[in-house]
Antibody, heavy 122, light 107 residues
Framework: QVHLVESGGGVVQPGGSLRLSCEAS????????IHWVRQAPGQGLEWVAF????????YYADSVRGRFTISRDNSKNTLYLQMTSLRTEDTAVYFC???????????????WGQGTLVTVSS | ATQLTQSPSSLSASVGDGVTITCRAS??????LAWYQQIPGTLPNLLIY???SLESGVPSRFSGSGSGTDFTLTISSLQPEDFATYYC?????????FGQGTRLEIK
């Protein structure tokens, strides 16, 4: 059974940094691309970042490019999101989401973690 | 970036009604579209992938159609648990994008 468990959220001041983690189990982590998706309070879904299964390729939303870095450690079955220069508009629940097909980047999201809340506030 | 525009933004209907939600893409995305349902406080739940394929375990009253730029999600006979927000998502190109959501409320 697929499990994705995010951690690392919390309250941070504008301009601060935070690193989120997503620990995966129940599948061969190194075969699948994983994405970060966020949802601001009361708002819709916003795709944030993607990393290929082997970590060789990354894409970012314009709103976070240059400030956020996605990475993964396949030996630890863990995905990361390093967030710097945080802004109040980055306040959201951050989800990691797994695609259904091996080695695919462009795909729908078949499994979601429970999310971790990031609050950027002074 | 491929923009997705859902209509309507909100919708009121009664149990037993049939409803249709539309998602229009700003460029051709072939069949690279998914639909999700989200009940407040819960995770997005995959309903439809590749425009018209029903996800395992999703009731058959949900159906999707379309290709290119115009897509629809149809719920044939609303049940109480269907009142939620629905999102479309394209996965043809990066950045992956979502529609703004359609809130389905009980009349």
């Amino acid at each position: 059974q697929v499990h994705l468990v995010e951690s690392g959220g919390g309250v941070v001041q504008p301009g601060g940094s935070l690193r989120l983690s997503c620990e995966a189990s129940g599948f061969t982590f190194s075969f699948y691309a994983i994405h970060w998706v966020r949802q601001a309070p009361g708002q819709g879904l916003e795709w944030v970042a993607f990393i290929r299964s082997d970590g060789t390729d990354e894409y970012y939303a314009d709103s976070v490019r240059g400030r956020f870095t996605i990475s993964r450690d396949n030996s630890k079955n863990t995905l990361y999101l390093q967030m710097t220069s945080l802004r109040t508009e980055d306040t959201a629940v951050y989800f990691c989401a797994k695609v259904p097909r091996v080695y695919r980047g462009y795909d729908w999201f078949h499994h979601w973690g429970q999310g971790t809340l990031v609050t950027v506030s002074s | 970036a491929t923009q997705l525009t859902q209509s309507p933004s909100s919708l009121s209907a009664s149990v037993g009604d049939g409803v249709t939600i539309t998602c229009r893409a700003s460029q051709d995305i072939s069949s690279a579209l998914a639909w999700y349902q989200q009940i407040p406080g819960t995770l997005p739940n995959l309903l439809i992938y590749e425009a018209s394929s029903l996800e395992s375990g999703v009731p058959s009253r949900f159906s999707g159609s379309g290709s290119g730029t115009d897509f629809t999600l149809t719920i044939s006979s609303l049940q109480p648990e269907d009142f939620a927000t629905y999102y479309c998502q394209q996965f043809k190109t990066f950045p992956i994008t979502f529609g703004q959501g359609t809130r389905l409320e009980i009349k």
